[in-house]
């Protein structure tokens, strides 16, 4: 079925495109923080974790590793395990860049791996059947390749809430964005040891980086929260 945003996508598309020109003049291009982005911590039984992504994965918006999300959900899970734990993110990352970074990684066993992805994949106007493919390939790299037996897939995140896009370009995205996290947790529920995990922050000025787009370290405080109690 053809959502009424695809629809109106051609006759909105020179006031889309002026948007989304604005937007790139206007946005804060702050850096991926700096810090660990592998290594081993805490007491208890030996755990594996791998965490890979987009911008959001990598930090961006917070001002090191430590208060980003990787590093609020090791200092969680270091409570439980003797977590060792790598990050492979990088800003601008689609699910196909991710996948062809995880090919030339040492294969490497993981207990659980860690996925936030998705934006990257609605500004291009992935199309769904698209994105749930490369997301399929994803998730069989993941076991395949690095035996990893519990997926968490953060659910793509809504655009249309991301103070720095106007609309009606934020409310275009948004729909896209639904759309294919709608896919995505279909794909996760009928995949075993997938777990699709919505993506539910507070709408709160202060879960925002200054860049009015990234989550702010309290917004991955609490991201990383809900990623922990997962993690099994």
Known sequence: MIG???ILRLPL??????????VRRQAQLLPEPKGLLTG??????????LIIGDSSAAGVGAATQSAALSGQLVSRLANRYQLTWQLEARTGNTTPDTIQRLSVLEPVAFDCAIIALGVNDVTRMTSK???VSQ?????????????????LSSGVPPLQHFPLIPSPLAWTLGRHATRLDAGLAKLASQTEGV??????????????ATDGFHPSPKAYSVWAANLARHVS
């Open 129 to 131: 059947a698209q994105f």
């Open 13 to 22: 598309l020179p006031l889309l495109l002026a948007q989304a020109l604005w």
């Open 40 to 49: 081993t911590t805490g007491q208890g039984l030996p755990f594996r974790l």
């Open 135 to 151: 997301q399929a390939t994803l998730f069989k790299v993941l076991k395949d390749r690095f035996q990893v037996r519990q997926i």
């Open 4 to 6: 009424i945003d695809q």
């Open 195 to 208: 777990c699709h995990l919505p993506l539910a922050l507070p709408q709160d000025p202060e879960m925002v």
